[in-house]
């Protein structure tokens, strides 16, 4: 899995560190177990999915986390992102929608002995009473970047959130300065619909 990554141009060696360091295996359905270390998104119930390893890469080189930092993930899925920030030095306050997914992510953390913070509600409207956040990624797709995380943000930040219709999207890198938002895109992601107040309805 690494060399793939590699290969499609993942360069930051604490990304590449992490990812080779966290077992994807322990994150997927019984049936899935045998392709945890495919290049592929995989089933993780409740119509939901865990995001390609090469998606999870990317978005997490360019939040360009910092040991320590405080970062938002808004979308626990299965806990694997949360975990790769966690194995890089991030404290992670991580927000999922489905109950029962986060109930199997917190069981995850507590196994590998992982303090990561997380609740279950729309975080689309952020989690305000730890923000300033130093990162926000978003692991599902919204139809706009929300104001509500962009005001999150602290001075420095990054927000990493794909953007765009249902089916395809472009991943927003959105950097927080003094005084305005600067913003890169990169295009061709897919990803499932963030539903909430300030998502998908
Ligand atoms: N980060 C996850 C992982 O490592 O397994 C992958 C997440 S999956 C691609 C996207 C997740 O976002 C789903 O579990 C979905 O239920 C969740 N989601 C969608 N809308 C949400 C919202 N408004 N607030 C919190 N979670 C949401």
New binding site residues.
């Given amino acids: 899995m690494i060399s793939v990554l590699e290969m499609k141009g993942i360069t930051d060696p604490k990304v590449l560190a992490a990812m080779a360091k966290v077992e994807r295996h322990l994150?997927v359905e019984a049936p899935f177990v045998n392709r945890a270390y495919e290049d592929s998104?995989l089933p993780?119930g409740?119509e939901?999915?865990?995001?390609q390893p090469y998606t999870?890469a990317f978005m997490t080189q360019a939040l360009a986390p910092k040991p320590a930092d405080r970062i938002l993930?808004?979308?626990?899925?299965?806990?694997?992102?949360?975990v790769i920030l966690a194995t890089m030095g991030c404290g992670v306050f991580t927000?999922?929608?489905?109950l029962g997914?986060l109930t199997s992510a917190r069981k995850m953390f507590d196994g590998l002995k992982l303090r990561i913070a997380s609740k279950g509600?729309?975080?689309?409207i952020g989690w305000s009473e730890f923000a300033p956040f130093d990162g926000i990624i978003v692991?599902?797709g919204a139809p706009e970047v929300p104001e509500s995380l962009k005001k999150q943000l602290a001075v420095g930040g990054r927000l990493v959130i794909p953007v765009g219709d249902r089916d395809v999207q472009k991943l927003v890198i959105m950097k927080r300065t003094e005084d305005s938002y600067l913003v890169e895109e990169v295009f061709g992601f897919k990803?499932?619909?963030?539903?909430?107040k300030n998502?998908w309805s």
């Fill in positions: 994150f998104a993780i409740h939901q999915t865990i995001s999870v993930e808004v979308g626990t899925g299965s806990g694997y992102q949360a927000i999922e929608r489905h997914l509600g729309d975080g689309t692991t599902a990803f499932v619909p963030l539903v909430g998502g």
